[in-house]
C-alpha cells in the first residue's frame, strides 16, 4: 500500500451522507459526514406519510356560483354585505418597522427541516448536534464544497416530507438532482491530489510523511532534515535515523529492540522490533508489547496483525489470534485473514476474490495491493492501477510518492 493522508474529507461521503446504507464500512462513507448521515437518513425515514398531523379536518370545497350565470340574477343566490371593521392598532407600534428575520445559515435550514419532517419533535439538544456536525463536516471540506452545499440546501428544503421520503436524488428526474450533482462534483474535484515525490534532505515540506526515510520535516525551517541519531530526542516524538527506534521510556533514539525487550516508538505505534521480530502483547502487562518471534498458529498476533506464513490475524472473541487463512467464501472480520487474491467483503463478512480493474468499488479493499478505488464520474467509484507520480490521486500512491495538494 502507498501513502495515504490521514483524517481527509472524501466527497464520496456525500453518497453515503444521502443514500440508503445497504453495505459495511464503505470508501463512499469513509470521510464522515455525521450530520447529514444520522440526521438526515434518520429524518427521512421519520417523515410524515401525510400532512394531516396539525390535527384539522378534511373539509370538502363547494363552488356554489359554479352553475350560476354572473349576468343574471338568481332567486338561489343571496349577494351579502358584510361591513368588516379593521383591527385596532396602538398608534405607538402602528408605524414601527417589523425586523427583518436573517436566513438560516445552511446548516441550520438543513436540520431544521429534517426536524420538521420528524414523526416527532426531536429535543433541542439533537437539533444543536445535528447543526454542530454539519457545520464541522463542512469545515473539513475542500474549499469549494460549502457554496455548492449552500445551494442544494437551498433546494433541499423546499422538499415536502413526501418528496424527502421517496426521491433518490441521484436520479436524474428528482428534484434538486442538479444541485445535488453539482455539490458531489465541486467536493470531488476539491479532494482529487496528485502524487508527488517524498522530500529528500533540504526540500520543502509541511508534514514528515511528506519526507523520505530517515529525514523529517523540521517545523523551525519547514525543509527536510536529517533524522535524530542515538540519543537525541526523537523527531515528532516518534522518529529516528533509519536502523535506529524511539524508546518509548526515555524518548530517545537508540538500537532497535532485541527480543525480550520492550517494542521501540514509531510512526504506526510502539511496534517497532529488531528484523525477523514482531511487537507481541506483553505477558506480565508492564508495556504495551514485547520483541518476540512472529507468532505461530492458535498464537496471539502482534500488535500490527502479523503472523507467520500462511497464517492471517484472525479477530475473534477470544481476541486477535493466528489461524490458517480462509478461502472465498469463508466468514472473515478483516482482510489479513483471507487468502491471497482475496478481500473481505464487509456487508457480507466473507472472503471474496480482488475486483478486477474497471468493476465498481465501494469500501477501498476490494482492489487489492496494486490497486486503488478511485472516482470514475460523481458518483461512481472504480478499481484502478494505483496512482504514480504526477497522476491524480483520491488517498493513496504506489511507494516512495504521497497523495497531496
Known amino acids: 500500500m502507498g501513502h495515504q493522508r490521514q483524517d481527509e474529507f472524501r466527497p464520496s ?23 447529514l448521515a444520522a440526521a438526515l437518513l434518520s429524518g427521512i425515514a421519520a417523515c410524515r406519510s401525510s400532512d394531516d398531523d396539525d390535527g ?96 442544494f440546501v437551498a433546494c433541499f428544503t423546499t422538499l415536502s416530507c413526501e418528496e424527502l421520503q421517496a426521491t433518490d436524488p441521484t436520479d436524474p428526474a428528482a428534484p434538486c438532482h442538479a444541485e445535488f450533482d453539482a455539490y458531489i462534483d465541486a467536493c470531488l474535484e476539491a479532494a ?45 516524538g516518534v522518529r529516528c535515523a533509519s536502523g535506529l527506534a524511539c524508546s518509548l521510556a526515555s524518548g530517545e533514539c537508540g538500537p532497535m529492540p532485541a527480543a525480550g525487550e520492550p517494542c521501540g516508538l514509531g510512526p504506526l505505534g510502539p511496534t517497532v522490533c529488531g528484523l ?15 520483541c518476540g518471534g512472529i507468532p505461530g498458529e492458535d498464537e496471539p498476533c502482534t500488535l500490527d496483525d502479523r503472523c507467520e506464513p500462511g497464517l492471517g490475524c484472525d479477530f ?58 478511485m472516482p470514475r464520474t460523481p458518483t461512481e467509484f472504480v478499481c484502478t492501477p494505483m496512482p504514480t507520480e504526477g497522476e491524480a490521486c483520491f488517498v493513496e500512491c504506489v511507494d516512495g510518492v504521497y497523495c497531496g495538494p
Open 13 to 35: 461521503a456525500v453518497l453515503s451522507c444521502l443514500l440508503p446504507r445497504e453495505r459495511g464500512p464503505s470508501q463512499l462513507g469513509l470521510f464522515v459526514s455525521g450530520a
Open 192 to 236: 482529487l491530489s496528485t502524487c508527488r515525490p517524498l522530500g529528500e534532505f533540504g526540500d520543502e515540506c509541511a508534514t514528515s510523511d511528506h519526507c523520505a526515510a530517515g529525514t523529517w520535516c523540521n517545523p523551525e525551517f519547514g525543509v527536510c532534515a536529517g533524522a535524530p541519531i542515538g540519543g537525541e530526542a526523537c523527531a515528532d
Open 56 to 151: 384539522a379536518e378534511d373539509v370538502d370545497v363547494v363552488d356554489v356560483a359554479t352553475d350560476v350565470d354572473a349576468d343574471e340574477p338568481s332567486d338561489d343566490v343571496v349577494a351579502l354585505e358584510v361591513d368588516i371593521a379593521p383591527p385596532d392598532v396602538p398608534e405607538d407600534v402602528e408605524d414601527e418597522e417589523v425586523p427583518d428575520v436573517p436566513p438560516l445559515e445552511p446548516c441550520d435550514a438543513q436540520c431544521s427541516h429534517i426536524a420538521g419532517c420528524a414523526e416527532t419533535t426531536p429535543p433541542e439538544d439533537d437539533l444543536d448536534a445535528c447543526v454542530d456536525e454539519c457545520r464541522d463536516d463542512i469545515a473539513r471540506a475542500p474549499d469549494g464544497c460549502g457554496e455548492a452545499h449552500a445551494t
Open 276 to 290: 525477523e521480530l514482531g511487537c507481541i502483547p506483553d505477558p506480565a502487562g508492564e508495556s504495551p508489547g514485547i
Open 316 to 373: 475473534s472473541p477470544e481476541g486477535s489470534i493466528c489461524r490458517p487463512l480462509r478461502g472465498a467464501g469463508d466468514p472473515c472480520e478483516a482482510d489479513h485473514i483471507c487468502g491471497p487474491g482475496l478481500y473481505c467483503e464487509f456487508s457480507l463478512l466473507v472472503c471474496r476474490r480482488h475486483l478486477i480493474f474497471g468493476e465498481p468499488c465501494e469500501d477501498g479493499n476490494e482492489c487489492g495491493l496494486g490497486g486503488s478505488c
